[in-house]
């Protein structure tokens, strides 16, 4: 496939491209945008043909789930197969933010999108571009790291066109992203876990949940 590369405002996304990668998106196609600290790829979850894209696009495991970005925690609500107190603590609290939460996911959710685990992770961005393209699409989007697998993860979209171009539809070249990466939490078990360190401490964590 030919791959597009489009520049973009991320303080202030010009609508006409944000109005173009909503488009993709609802072909069923891939697009890589910045977000707070790194570019993600993004995807409709419900189109299994654009989920399957993603996965060659990565190289990745099927087995591994995709993450999900959501637009508040009423779209959340309605992806999750149950949420318990301590998802509302943290997402009141971190939303939007770099915190991705792992909850049990509803039965609408394809199985292929959780790697048929039946768990998904779930994060609410601060980046204008990816808020706004949540608002145009009025859905949630997979949202997982514009890399092949196994490679360093891209913060400008030079090195995701160079890394990606053939392999998605379009990018959208914010400049850099200099955030820290999202830390991630698994609230499914009795127990919370911290899965992987980033811009929100375990302290954080620990006082938010046990205040």
């Not at 066109?161 to 999202?182: E, I, P, Q, S, Y």
């Amino acid at each position: 496939m030919a791959t597009d590369l489009v520049e973009i405002n991320p303080e202030r996304p010009e609508p006409e491209i944000v109005e173009r990668a909503a488009d993709a998106v609802r072909s069923g196609k891939v697009v890589a945008i910045p977000t707070d600290a790194l570019y993600t790829l993004v995807a409709d979850p419900y189109n299994l043909r654009a989920v399957a894209q993603v996965f060659r696009a990565k190289g990745r495991e099927v087995h591994r789930s995709l993450p999900i970005l959501v637009g508040d925690i009423l779209m959340a609500e309605e992806l999750a197969g149950e949420l318990n107190n301590r998802f509302y603590l943290l997402a009141r609290r971190f939303w939007p933010g770099p915190l991705t939460i792992i909850i049990p996911a509803s039965a609408h959710v394809p199985l292929k999108v959780t790697g048929n685990t039946g768990r998904m992770a779930l994060r609410q961005s601060r980046s204008n571009i990816a808020c706004q393209l949540i608002a145009a699409l009025n859905q949630p989007l997979i949202s997982t790291s514009a890399n092949i697998s196994g490679s360093p993860t891209c913060h400008n979209g030079i090195d995701v066109f160079g890394m990606m171009d053939g392999r998605v539809d379009l990018v959208l070249d914010g400049g850099l992203c200099t955030g820290v990466g999202a830390t991630t939490i698994d609230i499914t078990e009795p127990m919370w876990k911290l899965i992987k360190s980033g811009a929100v401490s375990e302290k954080e964590l620990s006082e938010c949940l046990h205040p």
